[in-house]
């Protein structure tokens, strides 16, 4: 009885340490990570076809995701607008069940002003 008690305290602790905060962020990886960048990708289009700039994903050095009144994806990234490279954090703030301004985009961008754009 009690080895099958300590097995079940094990388990609900590991279960707890794995689940994570509730609002903290995630770490993107994998299959996630993939979808993020596509999702990052089309962002910088919609902005590049408006009057923002063009702006081309180069690398992404990291990506989290938090739940925060919708979804909050913000990425470390480098970013090329033709010759020019630049380390920026792009954060993109989704709340889908919104008809209009339901998207948000910020670049942020060393040595630069922060560009906001919202759809």
């Known amino acids: 009885m009690n080895a099958l008690t300590v097995l079940l305290v094990l388990?609900?602790?590991?279960a707890v340490a794995n689940a994570g905060i509730p609002g903290g962020l995630t770490p993107l990886e994998g299959e996630r990570l993939e979808e993020a960048k596509a999702t990052l990708?089309?962002?910088?289009?919609?902005?590049?076809?408006?009057?923002?700039?063009?702006?081309?994903?180069v690398k992404?050095?990291?990506a989290t995701t938090q739940v925060v009144a919708g979804s909050l994806k913000k990425f470390e990234v480098e970013l090329s607008n033709g010759s020019d490279h630049k380390d920026c954090i792009v954060s993109i703030w989704?709340?889908?069940?919104?008809?209009e301004n339901g998207t948000q985009l910020t670049i942020e961008c060393e040595k630069e002003g922060k560009i906001?754009?919202?759809?």
């Not at 990708?41 to 923002?52: V, W």
């Not at 989704?94 to 008809?99: R, T």
């Open 60 to 62: 992404v050095k990291s």
């Open 94 to 99: 989704s709340q889908p069940w919104l008809k």
């Open 116 to 119: 906001e754009k919202t759809w």
């Open 41 to 57: 990708r089309s962002s910088l289009e919609k902005l590049a076809s408006g009057d923002g700039p063009n702006y081309q994903v």
């Open 11 to 14: 388990g609900l602790a590991l």
